[in-house]
């Protein structure tokens, strides 16, 4: 266990704060599969499908989005065996993220809009990613796991990621997510960004896999906001059976 996940520590005493109270979320009452945390009338273990990848995605996690049932990027770690899941405070990185960001094996890259013109000398493209390869380094996706809102805060609160290169996607998707209402249909979830990052460096086995497990989600939880079980296994559903043989 990460030291983030004891709980942020008090900069004045260097205590361990006591942990926040578990967000309830609406539908809390519903009782859920252990295994998926989707309500057990469509449970999502049947379609959780390994994919390998040359990319990793390490996940900078606002704290609040832990306790989400809606939250896309715990799918992410579901499909992709190497994602890893570090929680985000203001005061301090975690450890082992600080650690892993020194090491050489990895080529991190931030992913963030270039839509401010103070960090425009560490803006790259998805060429870079595909040069890193070339040098047999591991390209790192380090995505901000939250609100917009909360994204652009982590973004600008979080100096250990200020030597990073900036990733911006570029992408004609459009979301697909219906659990929560964006502010524009080019606001990806979560899941969705590291669907089409994974697509665009080449790792397009793996995006197929996270897509279809994306698509299961999302209908599966909304079915089930209605108490509705999916009678039929959908064309994403089938295709997840498939893989598994």
């Given amino acids: 266990m990460s030291d983030s996940e004891n709980g942020e520590r008090d900069p004045a005493t260097g205590h361990p ?42 996940l900078l996690t606002h704290s609040i989005e832990h306790f989400k049932p809606t939250n896309t990027g715990r799918l992410i770690g579901d499909v992709l065996t190497q994602t890893r899941v570090f929680t985000w405070y203001r005061t301090a990185p975690d450890e082992e993220l600080a650690v892993l960001l020194e090491d050489p094996r990895y080529a991190p890259f931030v992913i963030f809009p270039d839509d401010q013109p103070d960090y425009a000398e560490r803006v790259v493209d998805i060429n870079a990613v595909h040069a890193v390869k070339q040098q047999a380094r591991i390209p790192v996706f380090v995505i901000l796991d ?100």
């Fill in 146 to 245: 939250g609100t917009w809102r909360q994204a652009r805060r982590m973004f600008r609160k979080s100096p250990y990621l200020d030597t990073l290169p900036v990733l911006p996607l570029r992408t004609e998707r459009e979301t697909r997510y219906r659990l929560r209402k964006p502010a524009s249909k080019a606001h990806l979830c979560t899941a969705e960004v590291a669907i089409e990052l994974l697509r665009q460096s080449g790792d397009e086995n793996a995006a197929d896999v996270l897509d279809d497990y994306f698509d299961v989600f999302n209908d599966s939880y909304a079915e089930s906001r209605y108490y509705r079980k999916i009678a039929q296994p959908t064309a994403a559903m089938q295709r997840l059976l498939d893989r598994k043989g």
């Fill in 17 to 58: 704060r006591p942990p926040r109270r578990e967000f309830k979320a609406r539908g809390s009452f519903v009782t859920r599969c252990l295994g998926c945390n989707l309500p057990e009338l469509n449970c999502l273990c049947p379609y959780q499908v390994k994919a390998d990848s040359i990319a990793q995605v390490w």
